[in-house]
């Protein structure tokens, strides 16, 4: 009994030295648990001890319901406990290590899927080989030796250091190897996030599928009759015998006992013919095989607009980020939004790990949406707060094309982006005012500003200030029209106008949407430019209580005085646009009293 009670102390010292994470902690409880219970002769299965501890770690924190890593250590031992008896029989011709090893990786990966999916939206085609190759590795090797480093450590100490040094320097390496695989972004696929309804039918036919294997192993490997069992032949004499049917001895010849053997296990195999549960068992794995394949296919395929597109005026604070999704299925980002710093900081000001806007929001985002490649991405200028963003894009996403505006900007963060662009095989295409993108047949995209370089001019040049010279194009898409402005100035408008002048142009086609210059700055927006435009609704992109007082006062005035419907990130979070033949749905993320 006392031993028991010893055996729980060290694993709570264990639990406490290791940090104590809910992974840990259910690890730690679940052995304290069984250690007391089979000391007490009331030793329960698996899934009555991982019950309790998890009732046991949510009494005490029932916020720990929220942890990822709560629910994946849980969720991973629990598909551990059902499914790998029911995998066990598809390895029956290996090895039993080797099987046991291969069933256990198998489960563990296809368990934890949904999860990993949901909460980080991609998957790694390498992650079972490497779990395959690292888990026995620091299971066996790495752990064993920092165990072995605690109990030299009592009594020779020279010998636990090098000991915790060839730990430390085994599981570095399997760091190394981590960040290895990682860098291999062909095998990494991008998923959207699932559904809870997704989930459950993934968890469902995973178990259909698995049970079907297991049921028609099981009766393809049973004895179709048995060794001792006997049926009455009467229609067959016996090897020797010299009584006939009708007691004549002398008529009847001997069966030969080759003869004999044949007929006989003939006849016990139609004795005992093949069960059609076989066959049951077979057509319930195809169909399951069949379902799950199709719902894997819908979960990385999660996006069908049915013949619609999309705009979305993403909330990333003050700065433009906005993705439009063709009815063709291209997506294109326009700007990337960016963490702006305002001048220079004591070193000890600054953070270890500054929120960054493209890794912390953008990327995230684009990839929870299940977008597993950016056909284009637009840069409208290279300012901080539109460019800043896309430096993750950049290297977490593949992207086929960037579009800027043909400037160049003398600062370290526009210099990485364009050589990230560069080493990433991403096309650069600057563009200017006449240029005409279709990336399908109901979307085009016009673009009517930044002007032609001069003639004989063929050099990219440096610009300090880039909103005079910000991409502004107006896109038309199944029959509807928006126009994207970045932080384009009065005198780009001014330009725009008078060259639509020269054209003969004297009012532009009705824009449905339009999206506000420069975050609503006095310095855009102009009565002129409304005038020519007559936008039915506007969005502004604006942070909340931005140093600047974007938006504008006058700017809201004058859209108001056109009747125009005003939408803005800053008080009603993200703007959506599904947009359609008949019809624009918008939609946004927060209500204005929200934010009151």
């Not at 648990?33 to 329960?44: N, Q, S, T, V, W």
């Not at 006992?257 to 044949?262: E, H, Q, Y």
């Not at 433009?320 to 900081?345: E, N, Q, R, Y």
Request: include cysteine.
């Amino acid at each position: 009994m006392w031993r028991g009670f010893s055996e729980v102390k060290l694993s709570l010292i264990l639990v406490t030295y290791t940090g104590a994470g809910p992974s840990v902690v259910r690890a730690g409880i679940m052995s304290m648990i069984a250690l007391l219970a089979a000391r007490l002769g009331i030793l329960k299965d698996g899934m009555n001890i991982l019950a309790a501890a998890a009732l046991m770690m949510l009494v005490w924190n029932p916020y720990l319901l929220l942890s990822v890593s709560f629910q994946l250590s849980f969720l991973v031992t629990a598909g551990l406990m059902v499914y790998t008896p029911l995998a066990a029989p598809l390895f029956r011709h290996l090895p039993p290590w080797l099987a046991g090893a291969l069933s256990v990786t198998f489960i563990a990966q296809l368990v934890s899927f949904p999860l990993t999916i949901y909460y980080f939206n991609q998957f790694s085609l390498l992650s079972f080989a490497a779990n395959l190759l690292l888990v026995p590795f620091i299971t066996f090797l790495v752990l064993p030796l920092g165990t072995l480093a605690l109990i030299i450590g009592r009594f020779w100490n020279t010998a636990a250091l090098l000991t915790v040094q060839l730990a430390e320097l085994l599981n570095n390496a399997t760091f190394a190897a981590v960040e290895w695989v990682n860098g291999f972004t062909a095998g990494v696929l991008i998923w959207a996030s699932p559904s809870l309804l997704w989930i459950c039918l993934y968890y469902g036919l995973l178990y259909g599928l698995l049970y079907a294997l297991k049921r028609r192993t099981e009766i393809t490997l049973a004895p179709q009759y048995m060794e001792d069992e006997t049926r009455p032949l009467t229609e067959l004499e016996l090897p020797g015998n010299s009584r006939g049917k009708a007691g004549n001895t002398s008529s009847n010849k001997a069966v030969p006992a080759a003869a004999w053997n044949s007929r006989r296990a003939a006849l016990a195999f139609q004795a005992f013919p093949q069960p059609d549960a076989t066959r049951w068992g077979s057509l319930a794995a195809v169909l399951c095989a069949a379902g799950l394949t199709l719902l894997l296919y819908r979960g990385y395929n999660a996006e069908d607009l049915n013949g619609a597109g999309a705009i979305s005026y993403l909330d990333v604070g003050q700065g433009d980020s906005i993705l439009i999704t063709t009815p063709g299925g291209a997506h294109i980002l326009v700007d990337g939004g960016g963490t702006v710093s305002f001048g220079k900081k004591e070193a000890w000001r600054i953070r270890r790990s500054p929120f960054e806007v493209g890794a912390k929001t953008l990327l995230p985002l684009l990839k929870q949406r299940g977008i597993h490649r950016l056909d284009a991405v637009i840069l409208t200028h290279g300012d901080q707060d539109h460019a800043g963003g896309l430096q993750a894009v950049l290297e977490g996403m593949p992207v086929s094309a960037l579009m800027f505006n043909g400037m160049l900007a003398d600062t370290e963060p526009y210099t990485k982006l364009m050589t990230t662009a560069l080493a990433a095989g991403v096309r650069l295409y600057p563009v200017q005012q006449g240029m005409v993108l279709a990336p399908g047949e109901a979307a085009q995209l016009h673009f009517l500003w930044p002007e032609p370089p001069a003639d004989g001019q063929t050099l990219l040049k440096e610009v300090e200030d880039q909103n005079h010279e910000s991409v502004v194009f107006r896109m038309e898409m199944n029959g509807r029209s928006f126009l994207f402005t970045g932080d384009m100035d009065q005198a780009a408008e001014e330009a725009i106008l008078q060259s639509a002048q020269q054209a003969g142009i004297q009012a532009g086609k009705p824009i449905d949407i339009l999206k506000v210059a420069h975050h609503g700055s006095k310095t855009a927006t102009s009565a002129d430019w409304l005038t020519f435009w007559h936008p039915a609704a506007a969005v502004i992109s604006a942070g909340v209580n931005n140093l600047y007082g974007h938006p504008n006062g006058d700017v809201l005035a004058r859209l108001e005085d056109a009747n125009t419907e005003v939408y803005r990130t800053d008080q009603h979070g993200e703007v959506q646009l599904r947009v359609g033949k008949k019809a624009i749905i918008m939609r946004h993320k927060l209500n204005m009293k929200d934010t009151e």
